[in-house]
């Protein structure tokens, strides 16, 4: 079955700086990839995705890159604010956003003033 | 856009009771529904994948005798935990799904005293 690996575990920025969260997969049937947005106690929100034929994907100061041929895509985030503060998790899918998605072991980032 | 609610939100339950979870979806069909299972600081796991009128399908490790999957129409679907243990203790969550697309429930906190 898929693994999906994210790196890192915790990410500590100042406000206003840039962050970046990766993540590895190893089925290369994988076509979806989505990254949600997780506040404690609260469900994951998703926040921007990329299907496999697309290498990169923008909204605001979020943005998503895909390699397929690595096998590993990774969330931009730029211009930091202190509500980006969250648990970050990546996932991947065979099929698309409708099927079982396959999570990291997510990112702790915080926003530091 | 679509709605998926889930009670209770939180529960508090005696060691060997049964507890049940109910996930709707309020405004669309819900063919396939994940139940997922998240313990504190870690990712979500895939529980089992239910389809509408069908057995649901079970990850690795997940005892089918002990988390109960009921998938009885296209908007309800409910997990009941059975004899609960304090190591049953975690935030249960569902995702509804149509075709390409999956929607998250607020999730449960089961706390087994």
């Known amino acids: 079955g898929e693994n999906v690996e994210q790196h890192p575990s915790t990410l500590s920025v100042q406000e206003g700086d840039s962050a970046v969260i990766k993540c590895t997969y190893s089925d290369s049937a994988s076509n979806y990839f989505p990254w949600y947005k997780q506040e404690l106690g609260k469900r994951p929100q998703l926040i921007i995705d990329i299907r496999s034929n697309v290498g990169e994907k923008k909204d605001q100061r979020i943005a998503v890159t895909l390699n397929k041929t690595a096998k590993h895509f990774s969330l931009h985030i730029t211009e930091t604010q202190p509500e980006d503060s969250a648990v970050y998790f990546c996932?991947?899918?065979?099929?698309?956003?409708?099927?079982?998605?396959?999570f990291g072991t997510g990112t702790q980032l915080k926003v530091e003033l | 856009g679509a709605v998926v609610s889930q009670h209770p939100s939180w529960v508090i339950c005696k060691s060997g009771t049964s507890v049940k979870i109910e996930c709707r979806s309020l405004?669309?069909?819900?063919?396939?529904m994940f139940w997922y299972r998240q313990f504190p600081k870690q990712s979500l796991m895939l529980m089992a994948t239910?389809?509408?009128?069908?057995?649901?399908?079970?990850e690795q490790g997940v005892e089918k005798d002990k988390f109960l999957i009921n998938h009885a129409s296209l908007t309800l679907s409910t997990l009941t935990v059975t004899s609960a243990h304090p190591e049953d203790s975690s935030f249960y969550i569902c995702?509804?799904?149509?075709?390409?697309?999956?929607?998250f429930g607020q999730g449960t906190r089961l706390t087994v005293v």
């Open positions: 405004d669309f069909q819900a063919t396939t």
């Open positions: 995702r509804a799904g149509q075709v390409d697309e999956a929607f």
């Open positions: 996932a991947a899918s065979n099929t698309g956003g409708g099927n079982k998605l396959t």
């Open positions: 239910s389809n509408e009128g069908s057995k649901a399908t079970y």
